[in-house]
């Protein structure tokens, strides 16, 4: 018999003769002459009742069942007598795959995120974790349908670099040199001897590979992990995560934030249309404001300020801010929170940032102080997209990153882009973990990523 998901059980319309279940014993009470089973497979949010009877052969043997044990059960799908659910299987037989010990460490009670990151192997089989990562999973394929849909095409980027595209230095090296003895050059490691023959990273981003493929597939994205080295231990950072970056030839910047309200906006929709129980619990135990914001920002006309309009706003407002606002700062996470919260109460979009503050690819805008950069900005998250419209212009590409004092060498392909066929062409990034964030409410970026790399936490 092929075994069935308990999601599409608790989906049937109708009463089913014969059933095959494998998961994990949640709960287990015994009652006069019957055992009831609380069983989940992970398919779902909810669990199915099984009911035992004490005439099944290994009765005995079913009664040490515990929390955490493996179970396959086949039965008939019966009309459930009790309440709190519409199906349940009364069991013809149950076959033990493995008997958990007593000391499971998910016992039937409350435990703290704290807690669970120590046991991030075991914390997908809780409720609120294995909606996380349901969600998550949902939310990966409404990525892909959402660009399928718009005619773009798929780009695996390499995670191995010699580029550093941000500019800012914070990267993980890559080598197989002997770190307690490396081959000297001139006072330093010589990697002309390392692997690749050259100083080796993992990457920060997909961007300038999906500039390169906008610029003969029209439009790409890549979806896939990046790595930043920031001594950083807020909630909002990590040192392992995934982004989204789509690439758009012959795009400005207004069709840039076009296409990045209307992501967010149709995949909050879609995980409000396909998530339904699983969004329930973060709404009733995580956030309980959590369903009115998102409708917010599903259904939501999104503000589009500029950023010197953006720092007026800001300055005016009376709050003391613990970071001080003026044109040259960049916004953190405050000010786009008392933007989004507070001042307009919905999304906000903030164009033509200062170029002072932003990477040398963003396109100079013709005040020469500010460039065509983009972040959608959402409530309670703050930032939840950056992007650009691209310099495309060879001379002032080149002018940025002498004014930046960037060695031009390792990126002499990327200005090969700009001399032949070059056209405008703009991008951004969407955190996909700071998403996940916006759509459960989980605070913390550690528990909406199955394991992650934090300073000093390499763990699993």
Known sequence: MERTKIFKLLECDSPLAQVLIKGWVRTRRDSKGFSFIEVNDGSSLKNIQVVVDEKLPHYTDIKKLTTGSAIAVSGSLVESK???????????????????????PLQKKRHSDEFLRTISHLRPRTNKYGAAFRIRSEMAFGIHKFFR????????????????????GELFQVTTLDLSNPPQKEGRADYEQDFFGKEANLTVSGQLSAEMFALALGDVYTFGPTFRAENSNTRRHAAEFWMVEPEMAFCDLDGNMDLGEALIRELTTYAMDVCTDDLELFARWVDKKLMATLENIAQSDYIRLPYREAV??????????????????????????????EHFKKPVIVFDYPKSIKPFYMRVNGDEQTVAAMDVLVPRIGEIIGGSQREERLEVLEARMDEMKMDKTPLWWYLDARRYGSVPHSGFGLGFERFLMMITGIRNIRDVIPFPRTPQNIEF
């Open 312 to 341: 007026d706003i800001l300055s005016q407002s009376g709050k003391n801010f613990e970071y001080p606002v003026g044109f040259g700062n960049d916004l953190q996470t405050e000010h786009e929170r008392f933007l989004t919260e």
């Open 82 to 104: 009790g309440g709190g659910q519409r199906w349940e299987i009364q069991a013809g037989d149950l076959q033990i795959i493995h008997l958990a010990p007593e000391d499971f």
């Open 149 to 168: 849909e718009r005619g773009f095409r798929y780009l695996h980027s390499p995670i191995l670099t010699g580029s550093d595209c941000e500019g800012a």
